[in-house]
T-cell receptor, first 111, second 114 residues
Framework: QKEVEQNSGPLSVPEGAIASLNCTYSDRGSQSFFWYRQYSGKSPELIMSIYSNGDKEDGRFTAQLNKASQYVSLLIRDSQPSDSATYLCAVRRGQGGKLIFGQGTELSVKP | GAVVSQHPSWVICKSGTSVKIECRSLDFQATTMFWYRQFPKQSLMLMATSNEGSKATYEQGVEKDKFLINHASLTLSTLTVTSAHPEDSSFYIC??????????FGAGTRLSVL
């Protein structure tokens, strides 16, 4: 079992729809959770960080964390073609530890 | 967000030569920096963790004599690919961690070894 798992996709949604990206992790000691966006040929950029159970909203993005289920998700409302990218879920045990990345989910938003 | 500068963005070199890649945190101090390698359509592969003033910690399977890492200051880490060969061609990305524990990535360096 991989430490951090994501559906590789591609996930295709129409413009204006909600895109839902999911991630599960195996280490119950994980404390910090991150979503990065990576455009093709570019490096990852941070979208959201979440540390507590529940939802965290930032603009069109909402991160959801459920530690009991070891599940973290990212919702993108009003999806735009510019949101088309690979979304990486990353998990860390403690503040001083290293990030463990999922394999990424490719999102395609169709006009 | 914080800015991490990585240079060069693209380098082509002949087989057998060495290439140095620089990673700088521009607006924050980073006691810890990370070096990743990424192949097309694959996720990031952590190569090593670089701590300021101490030796880097390499991941299993990464040759420390091949990939030399130096973290001489709180804002600069360098990766030197020694005696590069075509199989070293890849996308190398550095990352710096701020005091809040957030990791920011440089723009990456695309290395092509002929």
């Amino acid at each position: 079992q991989k430490e951090v798992e994501q559906n590789s996709g591609p996930l295709s949604v129409p413009e204006g729809a909600i895109a839902s990206l999911n991630c599960t992790y195996s280490d119950r000691g994980s404390q910090s959770f991150f979503w990065y966006r990576q455009y093709s040929g570019k490096s990852p950029e941070l979208i959201m960080s979440i540390y507590s159970n529940g939802d965290k909203e930032d603009g069109r993005f909402t991160a959801q964390l459920n530690k009991a289920s070891q599940y973290v998700s990212l919702l993108i409302r009003d999806s735009q073609p510019s949101d088309s990218a690979t979304y990486l879920c990353a998990v860390r045990r403690g503040q001083g530890g290293k990030l463990i990345f999922g394999q990424g989910t490719e999102l395609s938003v169709k006009p | 967000g914080a800015v991490v500068s990585q240079h060069p963005s693209w380098v082509i070199c002949k087989s057998g030569t060495s290439v140095k890649i620089e990673c700088r945190s521009l607006d924050f101090q980073a006691t810890t920096m990370f070096w990743y390698r990424q192949f097309p359509k694959q996720s990031l592969m952590l190569m090593a963790t670089s701590n300021e003033g101490s030796k880097a910690t390499y991941e299993q399977g990464v040759e420390k004599d091949k990939f030399l890492i130096n973290h001489a200051s709180l804002t600069l880490s360098t990766l030197t690919v020694t005696s590069a060969h075509p199989e070293d061609s890849s996308f190398y990305i550095c990352s710096a961690r701020d005091l809040k524990g957030i990791q920011y990535f440089g723009a990456g360096t695309r290395l092509s070894v002929l």
